[in-house]
């Protein structure tokens, strides 16, 4: 078996064993998982984040545009180009759940692949407002 590279172990166990597991509950459990992790590691800037994707080996996160309520961030690495069949639903929780901590309000987020690139866009609702 020929090795792809470093992340190796990392891919085996993200793309395959979690699949396994979790069967067909797998991207909603890898969504509130993110959102698990996100209230774990609590970020306050969006900098900070861009930070915790690149040590966390979950791509280059870049924050494309920025409403009121919205906002839309592009996820890249190097391995989206290849045959990439991984789920993005972690990403999207744990910015989903960080962008909700900023704004105390609900928040949630959904994830698409358009030519290599993750688009991930977060909605919040700022009507709907969490109490501290």
């Given at each position: 078996?020929?090795?792809?590279d470093e992340t190796f172990g990392y891919d085996l166990?993200?793309?395959?064993?979690?699949?396994?597991?979790f069967g067909q509950e797998h991207d909603s459990i890898?969504?509130?998982?993110?959102?698990?992790?996100?209230?774990?590691?609590?970020?306050?800037?969006?900098?900070?984040?861009?930070?915790?994707?690149?040590?966390?080996?979950?791509?280059?996160?870049?924050?494309?545009?920025?409403?009121?309520?919205?906002?839309?961030f592009e996820l890249r690495g190097e391995w989206m180009?290849?045959?990439?069949?991984?789920?993005?639903?972690?990403?999207?929780?744990?910015?989903?759940?960080?962008?909700?901590?900023?704004?105390?309000?609900?928040?949630?987020?959904?994830?698409?692949?358009?030519?290599?690139?993750?688009?991930?866009?977060?909605?919040?609702?700022?009507?709907?407002?969490?109490?501290?």
């Amino acid at each position: 078996m020929e090795s792809r590279d470093e992340t190796f172990g990392y891919d085996l166990l993200r793309n395959d064993i979690l699949k396994e597991v979790f069967g067909q509950e797998h991207d909603s459990i890898m969504y509130w998982v993110g959102k698990a992790l996100a209230r774990k590691y609590p970020l306050h800037t969006i900098e900070e984040t861009i930070d915790f994707f690149e040590k966390a080996n979950w791509g280059t996160l870049s924050l494309v545009k920025e409403k009121k309520q919205e906002r839309l961030f592009e996820l890249r690495g190097e391995w989206m180009d290849k045959k990439d069949d991984r789920c993005y639903q972690l990403e999207a929780g744990f910015l989903a759940q960080q962008v909700e901590t900023w704004l105390s309000s609900y928040t949630a987020a959904t994830q698409t692949k358009k030519k290599g690139i993750i688009h991930i866009q977060v909605e919040s609702d700022l009507h709907d407002t969490i109490e501290a």
